[in-house]
């Protein structure tokens, strides 16, 4: 079942006083925007002209960065140049708040750039790079190694951001994490290339769908190729559990211990892809930090990446930004839940398709006590997706009398789709659910057992199709139409 929001946002009041280690390849993103009116006449290319440039941390820079935003501090650790853009990085990490950056500066390197250039109407145009792709030096490795052990020792979880640029050599890599595992901290790596063995021990890597094609040499046209080829790679890289990212599909988590998980796309508004996969690292990483469980932190990961996407850039989201992110969804998850009868009935027919129990109960609801608590666990406990049939103000105030319901229908409907073990909410004005029961075809038909089974609406249509019918267990519980009298004489 998807986390609410509060089962969430609890979690990332422990971003903070949490430190993690960050190593990899950093560079400058570098975004220069224009005008683009004519072709040029000395080749069939846009001319530009040049309106607005900005430039961010990119790389595993941008996943430190991304970090910082959420709350947590950095031990950042990469390999510069000594050139312009070198110093730009140095820069640019004095700028962020919390990231404590150990900076090796090799003279025969270049720093990488990678230039993108976009019209005015954000079309990207063109990426031209700057860089040095050759592997580290010994002395680079030595220097960088010196600091790496200590630090990992004190941090909470590590980062490992590979951009093959040369920083995550196959011995470094090995440093890093054989570090970790030694110090008991969870080590997320974003890979590259297609010997993941180097990886070896790591608890998560985040391929994309192109990565993991490339990474396990198998096809990953549909979900079954996707969660083969990650389960080929926990097997023959020793890694704890693969995190798949999708783009417009999501995310799909698949463990060594054979759990797969799909959560789908947080966003359907995407401005820019840039930089999103260093936020999901980054996310993952802090929540991993605070203690948060594997499938949790990849739903916070997956919700931040939908932040990110619709942003131009290499944008970062913060704790707060993501909390309310995570609010919304929630909202409109709850919204979604109300609905008709015939959008009910094919929403039962799709579930049912795809082997899922449905669960049958019905009530007015109007002031939710622990006696309808109950009912709705004992129902879900029975099925696995259960629809709630709720009487309308109209069919209230027939069977109750003209002074009910005290709640409309829209505030009953909204905490009833609000509660983890509803499904579906549907609004019925008949004074009986039979209609609603005859087309949903509910397997299970749930009612009180102050019903006796021969006055239960629609059990005897339920059973001639093979349904069962469950008399829920009562509690102890005060009834809404004696908490009414007991207000109305206080």
Same mark, same amino acid.
């Given at each position: 079942?998807?986390?609410?929001a509060a089962d969430l946002t609890s979690h990332l009041g422990r971003f903070k006083?949490?430190?993690?280690?960050?190593?990899?390849?950093?560079?400058?993103?570098?975004?220069?925007?224009?005008?683009?009116?004519?072709?040029?006449?000395?080749?069939?290319?846009?001319?530009?002209?040049?309106?607005?440039?900005?430039?961010?941390?990119?790389?595993?820079?941008?996943?430190?960065?991304?970090?910082?935003?959420?709350?947590?501090?950095?031990?950042?650790?990469?390999?510069?140049?000594?050139?312009?853009?070198?110093?730009?990085?140095?820069?640019?990490?004095?700028?962020?708040?919390?990231?404590?950056?150990?900076?090796?500066?090799?003279?025969?390197?270049?720093?990488?750039?990678?230039?993108?250039?976009?019209?005015?109407?954000?079309?990207?145009?063109?990426?031209?790079?700057?860089?040095?792709?050759?592997?580290?030096?010994?002395?680079?490795?030595?220097?960088?190694?010196?600091?790496?052990?200590?630090?990992?020792?004190?941090?909470?979880?590590?980062?490992?951001?590979?951009?093959?640029?040369?920083?995550?050599?196959?011995?470094?890599?090995?440093?890093?994490?054989?570090?970790?595992?030694?110090?008991?901290?969870?080590?997320?790596?974003?890979?590259?290339?297609?010997?993941?063995?180097?990886?070896?021990?790591?608890?998560?890597?985040?391929?994309?769908?192109?990565?993991?094609?490339?990474?396990? *040499?198998? +096809? &990953?046209? #549909?979900?079954?190729? %996707?969660? =083969? !080829?990650?389960?080929?790679?926990?097997a023959a890289a020793d890694l704890g559990a693969v995190l798949v990212t999708r783009?417009?599909?999501?995310?799909?988590?698949?463990?060594?211990?054979?759990?797969?998980?799909?959560?789908?796309?947080?966003?359907?508004?995407?401005?820019?892809?840039?930089?999103?996969?260093?936020?999901?690292?980054?996310?993952?990483?802090?929540?991993?930090?605070?203690?948060?469980?594997?499938?949790?932190?990849?739903?916070?990961?997956?919700?931040?990446?939908?932040?990110?996407?619709?942003?131009? *850039?290499? +944008? &970062?989201? #913060?704790?707060?930004? %993501?909390? =309310? !992110?995570?609010?919304?969804?929630?909202?409109?998850?709850?919204?979604?839940?109300?609905?008709?009868?015939s959008t009910a009935s094919a929403r039962a027919s799709l579930w049912r398709s795809?082997?899922?129990?449905?669960?049958?109960?019905?009530?007015?609801?109007?002031?939710?006590?622990?006696?309808?608590?109950?009912?709705?666990?004992?129902?879900?406990?029975?099925?696995?997706?259960?629809?709630?049939?709720?009487?309308?103000?109209?069919?209230?105030?027939?069977?109750?009398?003209?002074?009910?319901?005290?709640?409309?229908?829209?505030?009953?409907?909204?905490?009833?789709?609000?509660?983890?073990?509803?499904?579906?909410?549907?609004?019925?004005?008949?004074?009986?659910?039979?209609?609603?029961?005859?087309?949903?075809?509910?397997?299970?038909?749930?009612?009180?057992?102050?019903?006796?089974?021969?006055?239960?609406?629609?059990?005897?249509?339920?059973?001639?199709?093979?349904?069962?019918?469950?008399?829920?267990?009562?509690?102890?519980?005060?009834?809404?139409?004696?908490?009414?009298?007991?207000?109305?004489?206080?």
């Amino acid at each position: 079942m998807t986390n609410t929001a509060a089962d969430l946002t609890s979690h990332l009041g422990r971003f903070k006083e949490r430190r993690l280690v960050c190593v990899g390849d950093v560079m400058v993103d570098r975004f220069i925007y224009g005008d683009v009116r004519r072709i040029s006449p000395e080749a069939p290319v846009p001319v530009v002209r040049i309106t607005g440039e900005s430039s961010q941390l990119g790389g595993a820079g941008n996943v430190a960065r991304n970090a910082a935003a959420l709350g947590t501090s950095i031990a950042f650790f990469s390999v510069i140049g000594s050139d312009r853009a070198g110093r730009e990085v140095t820069s640019l990490l004095s700028e962020v708040e919390h990231i404590e950056p150990f900076l090796r500066v090799n003279a025969d390197r270049e720093t990488t750039i990678k230039n993108r250039f976009f019209s005015a109407n954000g079309h990207h145009l063109l990426r031209a790079d700057r860089e040095t792709a050759a592997p580290l030096t010994s002395a680079d490795e030595e220097d960088l190694s010196k600091s790496l052990a200590n630090e990992i020792a004190t941090a909470d979880a590590v980062l490992v951001s590979d951009y093959g640029k040369g920083v995550i050599t196959e011995s470094f890599a090995r440093i890093a994490i054989d570090a970790a595992m030694k110090a008991g901290k969870p080590v997320i790596i974003d890979p590259k290339g297609s010997d993941y063995a180097r990886y070896a021990g790591a608890t998560v890597v985040t391929p994309n769908r192109v990565e993991l094609a490339l990474a396990s *040499g198998k +096809a &990953v046209e #549909s979900d079954d190729d %996707l969660v =083969a !080829a990650a389960q080929h790679l926990l097997a023959a890289a020793d890694l704890g559990a693969v995190l798949v990212t999708r783009s417009a599909d999501g995310m799909t988590l698949v463990q060594k211990n054979g759990q797969v998980d799909h959560l789908s796309a947080e966003s359907h508004e995407v401005a820019d892809v840039t930089g999103a996969g260093d936020t999901v690292v980054a996310t993952l990483g802090a929540a991993l930090a605070g203690g948060v469980g594997l499938l949790e932190s990849a739903r916070l990961a997956n919700a931040a990446a939908g932040l990110v996407v619709q942003r131009r *850039g290499t +944008a &970062v989201v #913060s704790a707060r930004e %993501l909390a =309310a !992110a995570l609010l919304r969804r929630d909202l409109t998850s709850v919204e979604a839940k109300v609905t008709d009868a015939s959008t009910a009935s094919a929403r039962a027919s799709l579930w049912r398709s795809e082997g899922n129990v449905i669960g049958f109960t019905n009530g007015c609801f109007d002031l939710l006590h622990p006696g309808h608590v109950s009912l709705l666990d004992q129902a879900k406990s029975a099925c696995d997706k259960l629809v709630v049939g709720l009487n309308s103000d109209v069919s209230v105030s027939r069977l109750k009398g003209p002074d009910r319901p005290v709640q409309p229908e829209t505030s009953r409907a909204t905490v009833l789709a609000s509660m983890k073990n509803v499904d579906l909410v549907v609004v019925f004005s008949e004074d009986t659910p039979l209609a609603l029961i005859e087309s949903l075809r509910p397997d299970v038909l749930v009612k009180g057992a102050d019903y006796a089974k021969a006055d239960i609406v629609g059990a005897d249509v339920v059973e001639a199709y093979g349904g069962k019918i469950i008399r829920a267990d009562l509690v102890d519980s005060v009834s809404t139409t004696a908490t009414i009298a007991a207000l109305r004489e206080g």
